[in-house]
């Protein structure tokens, strides 16, 4: 084989490896069911086989399209589990009266054990940073972390009695929905956020809502993982700073001009910080 015929197999070999790898990072992820109670807890898994596992949880009345900038960026070096808390996207709905952030929690608890991770990192937008703080409070040998987009750590302080004493009609979700944008907010990412948060139900949005008022969440129980809230600028939620006596080893950042849904507004960010976390502060022993 002369010199010229060598080369064009090397090319060759190197051209089916390249698309060989392509069509691995197209693959789509893998979708599955956890069982919990009688309901059906959809998830995918993608990622590194064997890798370190992060669980993404989502808000009120979204899905696991809100992480959809967040997979891709994390796929390569680590295993990504999403999943669609009860009641929202491809989950199964409880009762209206059986919502509750204790249910959401047990949810990730469900999953967690279907793919066999021991230690996650948790990553909870708005609500699910509640369920994340719960779920650590509960299984705090399974955590190495935890991080919130913009979410409820510390809910004390948050409008409860103002929340309770006004029911979540329509009217005051699609009002609660335009107060998470900030005028620098790109448009179609708002039609984005308005068609995943319009599509749950109406007793998703109303049992949910009552969920995030659950006295579980308001507790003074200390999280001694380490933890980091990633704040948008807007504060339009009126989250709470938590204190380091509920966090001790929690630390935070703001990413400046930023509505509520900072992973989706500012991904390039927002994922330089989960790496960071990940990478330094994350206990995975």
């Given at each position: 084989m002369d010199a010229a015929a060598r080369l064009q197999g090397v090319r060759l070999v190197r051209l089916l490896a390249a698309l060989l790898l392509t069509c691995w990072v197209a693959?789509?992820?893998?979708?599955?069911?956890?069982?919990l109670k009688g309901l059906?807890?959809?998830?995918?898994?993608q990622g590194k086989p064997g890798g370190k596992t992060l669980i993404f949880v989502h808000g009120?009345?979204?899905?696991d399209r809100s992480w959809s900038r967040q997979v891709p960026a994390f796929v390569a070096d680590y295993r990504v589990v999403t999943l669609d808390l009860p009641g929202h996207g491809q989950s199964d709905s409880p009762p209206p009266?059986?919502?509750s952030i204790g249910l959401f929690a047990d949810a990730v608890e469900a999953v967690r054990k279907a793919v066999g991770a021991n230690k996650v990192v948790l990553v909870g937008h708005s609500m699910g940073a509640g369920v994340s703080r719960l779920y650590t409070l509960a299984h705090p040998e399974h955590v190495a972390g935890i991080v919130s987009a913009d979410g409820l750590l510390d809910i004390?302080?948050?409008?409860?009695?103002?929340?309770?004493?006004?029911?979540?009609?329509?009217?005051?979700?699609v009002a609660a929905i335009e107060a998470m944008f900030v005028p620098s907010t790109p448009e179609p990412l708002r039609q984005e956020i308005r068609q995943m948060m319009l599509g749950a139900s109406e007793a998703t949005s109303v049992g949910a809502n009552a969920a995030m008022m659950d006295p579980?969440?308001?507790?003074?129980?200390?999280?001694?993982?380490?933890?980091?809230?990633?704040?948008?600028?807007?504060?339009?939620m009126g989250l709470a700073t938590p204190t380091k006596e509920l966090l001790p080893n929690w630390e935070s950042v703001t990413i400046p001009d930023t509505?509520?849904?900072?992973?989706?507004?500012?991904?390039?960010?927002?994922?330089?910080?989960?790496?960071a976390f990940l990478a330094t502060r994350a206990r995975w022993q």
């Open positions: 693959a789509p992820a893998a979708a599955s069911t956890a069982m059906k807890i959809h998830y995918t898994v009120w009345t979204c899905d009266a059986g919502y004390r302080p948050f409008a409860a009695a103002a929340l309770r004493a006004q029911p979540m009609t329509h009217e005051r979700r579980a969440i308001q507790s003074n129980a200390v999280i001694t993982a380490p933890a980091l809230t990633v704040f948008a600028s807007s504060r339009t509505g509520h849904f900072v992973m989706m507004e500012k991904p390039d960010q927002f994922n330089a910080l989960l790496h």
